[in-house]
C-alpha cells in the first residue's frame, strides 16, 4: 500500500479522488492548506495529486519538492488555462490533466503512476 498525498481543497473533488486512491488499496492523505501540503510532500508520499488552483499552496515549489521527495505527481486544472498546465508540466508534474480527464479517468491515472 503506497501513502498519495492529495492537496485539494475543494471538497467534491477531494472526496472523489481519495474514494478512488482507497478503492485503488492506498492511503490518502489530505491536505488543503500550505502548512498541511508541506508536511504531506515532507512524509515522502508515492504519489502527489495536487489541484493546479489551489489557494494558498505554492503549486510551482509543492511539485518541485514533492519530486525531490521522490514522489510522482499528478497535476490538474481547467481546460481553459493552458498555460496553468504548461507551468505543471515545466515545474516537473509527471501526468498533468484538465479537470474533466482527471474526473473520467482518475482509476487509469492512479494505475498507471502507481502500478496498481
Known sequence: MSTVAVIVSDLLFQSRITAAVEAA??????????????????????LVIIDLHEGGVDVGATITA????????????RHTEPG??????????????????????LP????????T
Open 25 to 46: 488499496g492506498h492511503e490518502a492523505v489530505v491536505a488543503d492548506d500550505a502548512a498541511s501540503a508541506a508536511k504531506a510532500v515532507e512524509s515522502h508520499p508515492a
Open 66 to 77: 514533492a519530486k525531490a521527495a521522490g514522489a510522482r505527481v499528478l497535476a490538474f486544472g
Open 84 to 105: 496553468v498546465l504548461r507551468a505543471a508540466r515545466t515545474a516537473g508534474a509527471d501526468q498533468v490533466a484538465p479537470r474533466s480527464q482527471l474526473a473520467e479517468e
Open 108 to 115: 487509469l491515472l492512479l494505475e498507471s503512476l502507481l502500478g
